[in-house]
């Protein structure tokens, strides 16, 4: 009766002490990480579907500029082999390969720009200034999503090094903290898609 009575009043001393120590803010902020990362891909997917529309767009006005289409297309699609999967964004080298490829998408509608200069009529042409103009505002949604991302990956760091979390995240989740989207070196800034407006 005596050890009965010694196990009810353990029972939640017990509790108090898993919940204090991360048992659930742990997956919380890990699954806070996941869904900022799929909304990153989202944004990525959603350039590279708009890259097609302008390259077939410009191709009508400057067949002799194919090296730039094609730079624009062998980047995309380069982008799009390399795949990323929540569980990898522990992975310096799989997040780092990942951001150089889409690093050099950006880079790459860069050329457009000039473009625009040799063809006066692709600058008056409705299509082309709906996909340019979509595809900036796609670059702009890209850094709010990897904004988003790296402030979920910093609380979520936080979270599994301090105190009383990181006892519950080693333990329970044997937890590694997540790798942060970094700008490759020479592309701090998104691309401006200007076409000369």
């Known amino acids: 009766m005596n050890m009965s009575r010694r196990l009810v009043l353990l029972a939640p001393v017990v509790a108090l002490s898993l919940s204090s120590c991360g048992l659930n803010s742990i997956p919380t902020a890990e699954e806070n990480v996941n869904a900022k990362w799929g909304q ?8 590279n579907d708009l890259i097609p529309n302008l390259v077939a767009t410009v ?6 500029e194919s090296s730039v289409l094609i730079e624009v297309t062998q980047a ?3 982008a ?32 457009f720009q000039r473009m625009q200069e040799a063809y006066p009529d692709l600058k008056s042409n409705t299509n082309f200034l709906t996909l340019q ?14 904004k988003d991302y790296n ?40 691309p401006k898609v200007d076409f000369g407006q």
Do not use: C, H, W
């Not at 999967?85 to 509608?109: E, F, G, H, M, T």
């Not at 796609?138 to 709010?144: A, C, D, K, R």
């Open 59 to 64: 191709k009508g006005y400057a067949k002799q």
């Open 133 to 146: 103009s979509q595809i900036e505002g796609t670059e702009n949604s890209i850094l709010v999503s990897r």
């Open 80 to 111: 799009n082999s390399i795949k990323l999967s929540p569980a990898d964004l522990s992975d310096p080298a799989k997040v780092q390969a990942y951001n150089d490829a889409q690093n050099r998408v950006s880079a790459s509608i860069i050329p």
């Open 76 to 78: 995309r699609a380069s």
């Open 151 to 190: 402030e979920a990956v910093q609380a979520y760091n936080t979270r599994i090094r301090t105190f009383p979390d990181a006892i519950g995240a080693k333990i329970f989740y044997g937890a590694k903290p997540k790798v942060m989207f970094e700008a490759s070196s020479g592309s701090q800034n998104a």
């Open 40 to 47: 990153v891909q989202s944004e990525y997917q959603r350039r």
